[in-house]
């Protein structure tokens, strides 16, 4: 399989968590509960325009959406994704341990396959199948 992808591809990204919730809710460093949800809500928003898009056209399978841990948990349910993949954690998390931590929560709201990745996590989806294939390339 070649790297890169030759068909179109369009992908709805999530605004960074931090950025997101600071401009438009003035919200700087860790949300309360109710802050909390309503941040969620406005992210459930910009999924509602993603399905929108779907059904006005957009083929299933160009579309993609990028959400994070905080808020898109529910949403990565409601759309029946494969697998939750936690990436570019910052800071990293520097012992194993921390890993549950981590993912405190997560199987209340997603009962996929969630994995957290790191430098040389290598993700293969191929065009037309619902197989996904992980490999560590470091």
Do not use: C, W
Not at 34 to 46: G, L, M, N, P, S
Not at 70 to 91: C, N, S, T, W
């Amino acid at each position: 399989m070649a790297l890169g992808y030759d068909k179109p591809l369009y992908i709805l990204a999530f605004d960074h968590r931090g950025s997101f919730q600071k401009k438009f809710f003035g919200v700087a460093g860790e949300p309360n509960a109710e802050e909390t949800d309503r941040i969620a809500d406005a992210k459930k928003v910009i999924y509602e325009g993603l399905l929108r898009a779907l059904d006005e056209g957009v083929p299933k399978e160009a579309a993609g959406g990028l959400v994070d841990e905080q808020f898109g948990a529910e949403i990565a349910r409601d759309a029946k994704v494969g697998m939750l993949l936690y990436y570019h954690i910052v800071p990293p998390l520097p012992f194993l341990p921390l890993r549950e931590v981590f993912l405190e929560g997560v199987a209340e709201v997603y009962d996929g396959p969630v994995i957290i990745g790191s430098d040389g996590t290598f993700v293969r989806l191929e065009a037309g199948s619902d197989a996904i294939e992980v490999e560590e390339l470091l």
